[in-house]
């Protein structure tokens, strides 16, 4: 099972040097090798899984360096875990986004930003494989930087003034986040005299105290960056909604998560006892309730549901800052729950921008009769979110509503209150969506013969049309139905990740109880440091 191990990473690259050499025009190819590549990873990625809860981490050496200054990856049940559902959101993306261009676009108009656009997304999902099955400091900086370039240029696809102007912002933090990185690299190396996350977790515990803290610190902002904790969160919402809406939906299932997933990695391997509790359930409090008063006061779909994705990764945080196993346990479930349902709410985003040309809902109405198919897809994802029972955002929610309540302290009810007044906002926030979006009647929100100027995103680029409500035009002056025949693809992929979350209410119990085998395996740290080491002796 070890030579499964590089292969996420491997057949991405692979299939865009084939692209190059087949030339930018042959899309069809080209949509046909990534569907092809990225179903592969999803198959490979679900077998490591399953592999690794049945026989413990795998761990590979691989590019013909001695370790523990070669390249290691490994694959434990946090790792194949994230693997797995990352593999099954970009699939479904491609699918979603393939259906977009066939739908909307023809390829005179869209050749050129779609042959860039193909190649990026596999080395946006190379990147995102890389940096889950990292087994040391650098390997992990490469696999986001991997990940990071590929979205600089998703994010300003079609070259458009407000993409380039908010994805410099993105660049920049992006780049500053990066820089502070290698500092820490630096400085666990001249520590440690390694940057293998196993060795690491050896030396570090024998190294200073005063040392051992600023490596904890560097590596906790740097993370805390990516994953986009308040009160570093700030770039997030005014970048994530300027992009086409398959990217966004990828972004915001999966990039903060690789953040997120690098926090969770580090501080329970390298610092298993080391005090970092109440800063985290600062950061943890401030990020729920700050990010969904953001996300109450917005009238634009897309800025909401960036704002409710910085207040739902405090609820991971606040596992981290728990540190439990039943804590750690529900913020597993909550994680791909999380992913699932954030990906589809961008998503059936998109969709509405196509039928309507918007996504300000304080200009749309009647959706729910006139789209009924959107109203349904809407309503799930955005009462999961909520965490409404019996959903299974509601049963990762009480996991660790119990994980904290059962630590008790001031810290813990504190957090136990963020926790219920974020779920409360996040159903209020949903609810003033529906209630304008959807259920008022039709032409309430703009005059039914009154004009405006629709903004429709997509791959290539965005149209900026004049048009009367119900009819937008999308790029290439197409008219965007505004019946409820809609792409199969688009509605297709959305609906797979919709039911796909349902499943995971269906599947509570074993899913519980690998997220609680995963915890018990990330808090005993020696289970890893043994696995990548028996693998080291090997190599010497």
Not at 204 to 214: C, D, F, G, H, Y
Not at 390 to 402: D, E, N, R, T
Not at 459 to 487: D, F, K, L, Q
Not at 506 to 529: C, F
């Amino acid at each position: 099972m070890t030579g499964l191990v590089p292969l996420p990473v491997l057949l991405p690259l692979f299939a865009v040097g084939l692209k190059f050499v087949l030339g930018p025009r042959r899309l069809r190819i080209q949509t046909f090798i990534s569907l092809t590549v990225l179903t592969a990873d999803l198959i490979i990625s679900s077998v490591l899984m399953v592999g690794a809860d049945e026989h413990g981490p795998i761990v590979v050496q691989v590019g013909g360096f001695a370790a523990p200054l070669g390249i290691t990856l490994v694959v434990d049940r946090f790792s194949g875990l994230m693997l797995a559902i990352s593999s099954t959101v970009t699939l479904a993306v491609l699918v979603y986004s393939q259906s977009q261009r066939t739908a909307d676009e023809n390829e005179d108009e869209a050749g050129t930003p779609l042959a860039v656009f193909y190649p990026t997304y596999l080395v946006l999902a190379a990147g995102i494989a890389d940096s889950f099955l990292a087994g040391d400091l650098f390997n992990l900086y490469v696999g986001f930087e991997v990940l990071l370039t590929a979205s600089y240029v998703l994010m300003t696809i079609g070259g458009t003034e407000q993409r380039i102007r908010h994805g410099a912002v993105y660049i920049m933090v992006g780049a500053s986040s990066s820089l502070l990185f290698v500092g820490a690299i630096a400085v666990a190396y001249a520590a440690c005299g390694t940057v293998n996350l196993a060795d690491l977790a050896t030396r570090l515990a024998t190294t200073e105290p005063a040392v051992r803290l600023a490596v904890q610190v560097l590596l906790l902002t740097v993370f805390a960056v990516k994953a986009a904790v308040f009160p570093l969160s700030a770039w997030l919402p005014d970048s994530y909604p300027t992009a086409p809406a398959p990217v966004t939906a990828v972004f915001a299932g999966l990039l903060t998560k690789v953040g997120v997933y690098s926090l969770f990695r580090t501080q329970t391997l390298l610092f298993p006892h080391e005090g970092r509790a109440p800063l985290l359930y600062a950061l943890a409090a401030l990020s729920m309730l700050v990010g969904i008063l953001g996300a109450v006061a917005q009238a634009d779909l897309k800025r909401l549901l960036s704002f409710t994705l910085v207040s739902h990764v405090g609820f991971l945080v606040l596992g981290l800052a728990v540190g439990t196993v039943r804590s750690l346990s529900g913020a597993l479930f909550y994680a791909i729950t999380h992913i699932t349902v954030q990906t589809s709410l961008f998503l059936v985003t998109g969709l509405i921008e196509r039928r309507e040309g918007t996504a300000d809902f304080g200009r749309l109405a009647g959706l729910a009769r006139m789209a009924p198919v959107l109203g349904v897809l809407f309503f799930l994802p955005a009462m999961n979110l909520a965490g409404i029972p019996p959903l299974s955002g509601f049963v990762a929610k009480l996991a660790l509503l119990q994980a904290a309540a059962a630590t008790g302290g001031v810290g813990a009810y504190s957090l136990l209150a963020a926790m219920l007044l974020t779920s409360l906002l996040t159903l209020y926030a949903m609810t003033k969506v529906w209630s304008r979006a959807f259920w008022r009647n039709p032409g309430e929100g703009l005059g039914k013969d009154s004009e405006r100027q629709i903004v429709f995103p997509g791959i290539s680029g965005v149209a900026v049309i004049r048009s009367t409500v119900g009819e937008a035009r999308g790029i290439g002056g197409r008219r965007i139905s505004t019946g409820e025949n809609y792409p199969a693809g688009m509605v297709g992929a959305t609906v797979g990740l919709i039911v796909l979350s349902l499943a995971y209410t269906v599947w509570a119990g074993p899913i519980a109880r690998y997220t609680s085998r995963a915890a018990a395996e990330m808090l005993d740290p020696q289970v890893y440091v043994h696995a990548v080491q028996s693998v080291i002796g090997g190599a010497h």
